[in-house]
């Protein structure tokens, strides 16, 4: 692969072959930041089979990454509260660019490109007033900072891109930060989650939940071909947690998905299967995968497995992984034990 990868190179500084895609990449299907046993951190690409095709160094820890749409590009994002953000060069391994996030901010680890693939859209913390930011980068400028606009609450975690166009979904948790106080959540008594929608960045639609699920931090985001909206949530209440599980559609009201098994108040990851028929959650604080189905909002079954956060769809079953090193389909197909510790998620190319 690193032949291969040399090979690309030499040939892309002569002009002589068409603009790379992802299949000269090797053909990931999925990314996933990992630790190493040294302490170091890394990107990885990984196969449709769960075969390891690279590993990328990071600088810090990662938390997901953003896949450009065509190019061989992957945007790795540090661990909230991080300020950095690295486009790797997937066919070479290189860092093409840097991010950086402007004074007073800093990034949620999560981020999403447009249709087209010319902007990059990152969640960010505005901690000197409080409030969510929406980050925008040119791709065809080397990512350079060319806007940014209001997430419509406090704490945006994730965000995620509606199919056929450019509307945006962002899961605004509403749990308040700042680097001064580490991880440290300062706004629980008056925090208000939200789902926001953007469409020429401007809000086009908020839902929130009902008053008694305040404490309810909305986290992670899969979005259906149709446009139906999952979420995960982590409950920052006292006492048992309410529903961590919803699905909501544009003009619509929430449906809050009841489970039976206590994931700890924690989702850690979440994913739709390719028909939109049945939900996958992780809690890495549970040890559980719980299933749903989608169709109906009724709770299906659980898999226990150490320490599982990362999960993404497959053509046809799901793949998780776990800080233990685990990559494997919930159908049954495990990869041996890896000196791997994956880390919160798996992003599907």
Aim: aromatic share 6%.
């Amino acid at each position: 692969m690193t032949n291969r990868r040399h090979f690309i190179a030499g040939m892309l500084a002569t002009g002589l072959v068409p603009a790379p895609t992802w299949a000269d990449a090797g053909g990931p299907a999925y990314l996933a930041a990992a630790g190493l046993s040294d302490g170091s951190f890394v990107l990885c690409g990984i196969d449709a089979a769960l075969e390891v095709l690279f590993q990328l160094p990071l600088p810090g820890r990662g938390h997901a990454a953003a896949a450009h749409p065509s190019k061989p590009q992957a945007v790795a994002f540090a661990r909230r509260p991080g300020n950095f953000a690295l486009v790797i060069d997937c066919i070479t391994g290189r860092v093409t660019a840097t991010l950086h996030a402007p004074q007073g901010r800093h990034f949620y680890g999560h981020g999403v490109f447009s249709a087209d693939g010319s902007l990059l859209y990152t969640t960010e913390n505005d901690y000197a007033n409080g409030i969510g930011r929406i980050g925008v980068w040119d791709a065809a400028l080397d990512y350079v900072r060319v806007d940014e606009f209001a997430s419509g609450g406090v704490g945006p975690h994730d965000i995620k891109r509606l199919p056929g166009g450019d509307t945006l979904v962002v899961a605004n948790g509403g749990i308040d930060t700042h680097p001064d106080s580490g991880r440290a959540k300062l706004n629980i008594p008056t925090m208000r989650p939200n789902l926001t929608y953007i469409n020429g960045r401007r809000i086009s639609e908020q839902v929130e939940l009902p008053p008694e699920m305040h404490r309810n931090s909305i986290r992670h985001l899969a979005v259906g071909s149709d446009g139906q909206v999952a979420f995960g949530m982590q409950w920052q209440g006292d006492g048992d947690a309410p529903a961590l599980v919803a699905l909501h559609r544009q003009g619509s009201a929430p449906l809050l998905l009841e489970a039976a098994e206590d994931m700890h108040g924690y989702i850690g990851s979440i994913a739709l299967s390719d028909d939109g028929a049945e939900i996958a959650v992780t809690s890495p604080r549970a040890g559980l995968v719980q299933m749903f189905d989608a169709t109906r909002a009724t709770y299906g079954r659980s898999i226990a497995l150490t320490d599982v956060c990362g999960v993404a769809a497959a053509s046809d079953d799901f793949i998780v992984t776990s800080g233990t090193g685990i990559l494997q389909r919930l159908s049954g197909r495990r990869t041996p034990e890896r000196p791997l510790m994956w880390d919160n998620h798996l992003v599907r190319l």
